[in-house]
């Protein structure tokens, strides 16, 4: 999957709601993908 995508997926699942900690969580992933690219 892409950045893009997963980017995305983030926007879909920040609208879900989810709790702060799940979304730095899933934030740093995508960061540290981009940053090893």
């Known amino acids: 999957m892409n950045l893009q995508n997963k980017i995305r997926n983030t926007h879909n699942i920040t609208k879900?709601?989810?709790d702060v900690k799940?979304?730095?969580r899933y934030y740093l992933t995508?960061?540290?993908e981009f940053?090893?690219?």
Request: charged share 35%.
């Open 16 to 18: 879900k709601g989810l």
């Open 22 to 24: 799940s979304k730095i």
């Open 30 to 32: 995508i960061f540290k």
């Open 35 to 37: 940053k090893g690219n």
